[in-house]
């Protein structure tokens, strides 16, 4: 038989070795550290996981207070979707750092995310005329139901005229 170097495929005895001899140097080894499978013990043990658990409910919280009547910025939508697109962000960054293990990874965890990201932020940037010219050239059908201005202040006319409909939402 050949060596696996203390794999799991039971012990492997060499010459002049018995069965359970190789396995109580193998389970020597595994408590010295020498385990092949690398083990999650460097991983903060279940605590660390519980404060992340924590920390994405108080985001969570957060992302719902930009929906109450105490955010200070009720009248700029703007703010409130900047803010919650910051803790989404957040959320998503504890998510794949802790429970998807890539804190623990090693250093080519950077050779697959930099260039995803670069790539992202091209496709970004390349489709900002896209959406910007995106009403320029239209079907006349498009153009006939597309919104406009006035029909916002329609829509502020009627919520002025009937207060209780404009609460309901």
Same mark, same amino acid.
């Given at each position: 038989?050949? #060596? !696996? ?13 018995? +069965? ?6 193998? @389970? ?7 385990? #092949? ?11 660390? &996981? ?16 930009? &929906?109450?009547?105490? *955010?200070? *910025?009720? #009248? ?9 697109? +910051? ?8 998510? @794949?750092?802790?429970?998807? !293990? ?7 965890? &950077? ?5 995803? +990201? ?21 079907? $006349? ?17 009627? %919520?002025?005229?009937?207060?209780? %409909? %404009? $609460? %309901?939402?």
């Amino acid at each position: 038989m050949s #060596d !696996h170097g203390g794999s799991s495929h039971g012990p492997v005895t060499r010459s002049g070795e018995s +069965a359970d001899e190789a396995l109580h140097h193998s @389970i020597e080894a595994r408590h010295d550290g020498h385990d #092949d499978h690398g083990g999650h013990d460097g991983h903060g043990g279940i605590g660390k &996981y519980l404060l992340v658990f924590l920390l994405l409910c108080g985001l969570t919280t957060l992302s719902f207070f930009t &929906y109450s009547a105490a *955010w200070p *910025w009720r #009248d700029q939508p703007q703010v409130g979707w900047a803010f919650m697109m +910051a803790v989404s962000c957040t959320k998503a960054m504890l998510v @794949i750092l802790f429970f998807m !293990h890539v804190w623990w990874e090693a250093n080519w965890k &950077y050779v697959l995310t930099i260039p995803a +990201a670069m790539m992202a932020l091209f496709l970004a940037i390349m489709l900002i005329p896209d959406v910007g010219m995106r009403n320029r050239m239209v079907s $006349q059908e498009r153009a006939l139901h597309m919104a406009r201005g006035s029909d916002l202040k329609l829509l502020e006319q009627a %919520a002025a005229e009937n207060p209780l %409909a %404009a $609460q %309901a939402h």
